[in-house]
């Protein structure tokens, strides 16, 4: 069964860098520009902008670490696993990797374009959101850490800014904090059935006698 693990939700200013971001919001072309290195085998890019506010989920899923990197990093597999994706476009030549983007068209009708910025194998995704009315610019991550053979954390995490001064202020404190924690639930819930049935998630996540 899914295990559940303790799970985070956070709308504060960031005094840090930001090392973590992954699925909401609008952002400038010159943002998504890439620099890859190699060093160490590992492409990588810049770290992306810092923003003003993070919500953030975790959990822990019985499956090894590579099956999971499997399931997030491959820009196509949203579709597989993600009850609110009705479909996933790859929008590039490659599908995984940094530069690697994507359409993901959701049950309800619309769409986001999300763009691969920073990325480390079997760690985490770092993808930048676009075409979302209400948010300035978003970047979305998810991280994954090995807690044994066949079992594997997985935290899903985004760093926005809203649009429109004072009155998006007042929308994010008493909204969108919970709508991304839903949304993240949703996601991670379906992860988890994915990978320890095998099975694809169609608009719900099947109910399992042993969760």
Known sequence: MCLRGEWAVQLTPKRNDMT????IGTASTHASRTRISTRSGVPHTKQAPKMGNQVQRKRLINASIAATWAAISEMRA??????NVARASVLTDHSTGVG???RVEFQDGNSVVETVIEESKLHFTTMEMSELPLLRK???TIRIAEQSAQATEVTFSIDYDIKFGPIGWLLDQVMMKRVFGKIFGVALEG???HLETGELVADSVPVRAAD
């Not at 949203?78 to 009850?83: G, S």
Request: overall charge negative; glycine content about 0%; charged content about 20%.
């Open 191 to 193: 992860l988890c059935y």
């Open 78 to 83: 949203v579709e597989d696993w993600h009850p």
């Open 138 to 140: 978003a970047v979305v």
């Open 20 to 23: 973590t971001t992954h699925e």
């Open 100 to 102: 690697a983007s994507r």
